[in-house]
């Protein structure tokens, strides 16, 4: 009887699918200090190469030294700042939302917003590839919760026909963080409102990303608030900084303030972070000189990884897997790869289903042209020595 934890650990070492944490001593960027050693980095988020740029930086000094480096309670006790306050107005305004409210972290906020939107006789519809924190909000919403087919339209649809719910919500990525494809948001959005049903759409990869000013899936499928009521952003990716967004009309944000558990009773972000995000946004929206760049990055890779015969995945963004299939197969060639002074993480389930363990490559528009003709030439000898 009891928790035998060591026989536990060994059971996921034997199936490949033990993990442990590395050891960063640098800052974030294309070029890091791992476990000691220097490696080109090809597995980071930093999607715009912000999370070390010396103008967030200095922002972030400047706030704290104003504000100092904690915020001391919730938001609604006396931690939401004047900076946080500034951020949620910018925030909106860049989404083109009436309101923002921000949380701790994307966890939180997905979780949050649907155990806060959904009763025990709703239903929620949530697409199969989905990020652990929506799937983990819908079990723990309580209510009547199916899962679609991936991307599939027809498969939602025939589950919203079904359902008698009051309340019914369709929640799906953005951009999916796994494979890189982009949702069918234009046919999600119309299903719902033929349904009766809200949309709601984690954009935690897009955002900085996609749309000519940067704002994500939304604006890049042309999705207003109407269509699109619940938008959610997280700012640890192309934003640079830490911590999570909600975007969406007024009444859904003040009902989020009263009832939103994972809002409610939490310490609010350090105000020096939001400072940072600030400046981050700004740049963000300045950015197409950054994001012209990562769309070179993205279409040269595609080209040359598909010319060596690599199982690339059918994604325009810069998260660009490469199917490998067993988790022996994925570990091998990221440590052939680390061996070689490059970090490209290897992906396995619970993560991805079963059979479809990979490498996980992220472009950034920090790297140059020689960073990713390296990483090319290295997954070629890796394919010869490995297969």
């Keep these: 009887m009891g928790f035998d934890l060591d026989a536990a650990l060994a059971q996921k070492k034997a199936a490949g ?23 080109l980095n090809f597995c980071s988020n930093d999607y715009l190469g912000l ?13 704290a030294a104003r504000f100092g480096v904690g915020s001391g309670a919730s938001h609604l006790v006396c931690g939401h700042s004047s900076e946080h306050h500034a951020l949620e107005d910018e ?4 989404t083109g939302r009436e309101r923002v409210l921000l949380f701790s972290t994307g966890y939180m906020a997905n979780t949050g917003i649907i155990q806060a939107l959904l009763r025990k006789e709703d239903s929620v519809f949530e697409d199969d590839l989905n990020h652990a924190s929506l799937i ?57 409102q033929a349904h009766g049903a809200w949309l709601m759409v984690d954009d935690a990869h897009g955002f900085g990303v996609l749309g000519a000013e940067g704002g994500g899936v939304a604006e890049a499928c042309g999705l207003g ?33 009263n009832s939103a558990r994972a809002y409610i009773f939490t310490t609010a972000l350090p105000p020096a972070v939001a ?41 325009g963004t810069p998260i660009q897997p490469i ?46 042209r020689e960073d990713i003709d390296r990483l090319l030439e290295a997954l070629a000898r890796c394919q010869r020595m490995l297969g």
């Design 275 to 315: 400072a940072a995000t600030r400046e981050s946004l700004r740049i963000i929206r300045d950015g197409t000189a950054l994001r012209d760049s990562l769309r070179d990055h993205i279409t040269y890779f595609r080209r040359e990884a598909g010319s060596l015969g690599l199982d690339l995945m059918a994604s």
């Design 136 to 192: 983990d909000g819908g079990r723990l919403a309580r209510c009547d919760y199916q899962r679609y087919a991936h991307s599939d339209v027809s498969d939602l649809v025939q589950k919203l026909k079904a359902s008698g719910a009051e309340r019914k919500l369709v929640v799906t990525d953005g951009v999916f963080s796994m494979d890189g494809d982009i949702a069918p948001l234009q046919a999600l959005a119309s299903a719902a």
């Design 323 to 368: 199917i490998l299939g067993t988790n022996e197969r994925a570990l091998a060639w990221s440590a052939a790869l680390q061996e070689a002074g490059l970090l490209v993480g290897a992906i396995r389930p619970p993560t991805v289903p079963a059979g479809t363990a990979r490498l996980r490559v992220t472009l950034t528009a920090g790297h140059a």
């Design 17 to 39: 699918l033990y993990r442990r944490r590395r050891l960063l001593d640098s800052p974030q960027g294309t070029r890091i200090v791992v476990d000691g050693r220097a490696l």
């Design 91 to 94: 925030l909106a305004a860049f």
């Design 51 to 63: 999370a070390s740029d010396a103008r967030l930086t200095t922002a972030f000094q400047q706030a």
């Design 225 to 257: 608030m109407r269509e699109l009521p619940v938008l959610v952003g997280t700012l640890g990716k192309a934003f640079g900084t830490f911590g999570a967004f909600v975007a969406g009309p007024e009444a859904l944000i003040e009902y989020l303030i």
